[in-house]
């Protein structure tokens, strides 16, 4: 079934967890305007937490938890959470133990090399020497786009030698384990916003843009795709509940003028 098109929903009125990826849903071409920083302000001002759900290194998510108005950030694909401590400084959240990641990555990283000898035109990620737990293969940030083949083979590589791997709009995300970003979201909620399983289902919406995004459209009922994921709608096993008509950050402005309509027609509001 298609996504229906993007509406101030009454079901809005009782969200106030926003779960959003970052490349192409908040941003285009890696560039975050004003406007989509400002709806993230709006958001936050009006009592909706903001998480970004990335695939991006463990450095850029200590400038965003640092920079932008959020409540946390979850990076490097469920790896870890990031937010500000109550006494100052940050507080990090991962899924093992720091060592026992970085023991992980570079196995990873001698898979990578693999498999890069197998696809010559990617690279390792710009912000690979900032990542604590993943490795990311750059085929379409840095380099040209790959196509669809090449991709497809940097996953299997990685996935042969037991590794998860999923691809982005930017980067192919390789690691080890179960987590993901849906089981980090789902921990972020509980653990960090107190929000029951049931309570999820309706005070949670989650806007993506990709198919690397699929856990978190299963797993929301309220869920938005920005328009730029109408390409891959085929490639998910569950679509997301609506579709913006426009794409990347302005998607994201556009979801975010939606909510905000629906929570200030709630019953008791002036």
């Not at 970004?52 to 108005?69: E, F, L, S, Y």
């Not at 109550?86 to 570079?106: F, I, K, N, Y």
């Not at 710009?126 to 786009?145: E, G, K, S, T």
Request: glycine share 8%; aromatic share 4%; with cysteine.
């Amino acid at each position: 079934m298609s996504p229906m098109k993007m509406t101030s929903s009454p079901e809005l009125a009782a969200v106030d967890v926003v779960l959003t990826d970052v490349d192409d849903t908040l941003t285009r071409r890696g560039r975050l305007s004003s406007a989509t920083l400002a709806a993230i302000e709006r958001l936050a001002d009006a009592g909706v937490a903001v998480v970004p759900v990335t695939g991006g290194c463990a450095g850029w998510c200590d400038h965003i938890v640092r920079a932008w108005p959020v409540a946390a950030v979850i990076g490097e694909s469920g790896a870890l959470r990031l937010k500000r401590a109550a006494g100052g400084g940050l507080d990090c959240h991962s899924v093992r133990p720091l060592a026992t990641l970085r023991d992980e990555q570079r196995r990873l990283l001698t898979i990578a090399e693999r498999a890069m000898q197998a696809v010559p035109d990617a690279r390792l990620a710009a912000d690979q020497p900032y990542r604590l737990a993943d490795v990311a293969v750059d085929h379409a940030q840095d380099v040209p786009p790959l196509a669809a083949a090449q991709v497809e083979r940097l996953l299997a590589t990685f996935r042969a030698e037991g590794a998860r791997a999923r691809a982005s709009s930017i980067h192919v995300n390789a690691w080890f384990g179960e987590h993901d970003k849906a089981t980090m979201a789902a921990w972020v909620l509980e653990h960090d916003l107190g929000l029951s399983v049931a309570e999820q289902q309706r005070r949670v919406l989650f806007i993506g843009d990709a198919p690397n995004d699929a856990p978190l459209f299963a797993r929301q009922p309220l869920s938005v795709g920005v328009a730029n994921l109408a390409p891959h709608l085929d490639q998910l096993p569950t679509p997301p509940r609506w579709l913006c008509e426009a794409g990347h950050g302005e998607g994201f402005v556009e979801m975010a003028e939606h909510l905000l309509a629906a929570r200030r027609a709630r019953p008791g509001r002036c």
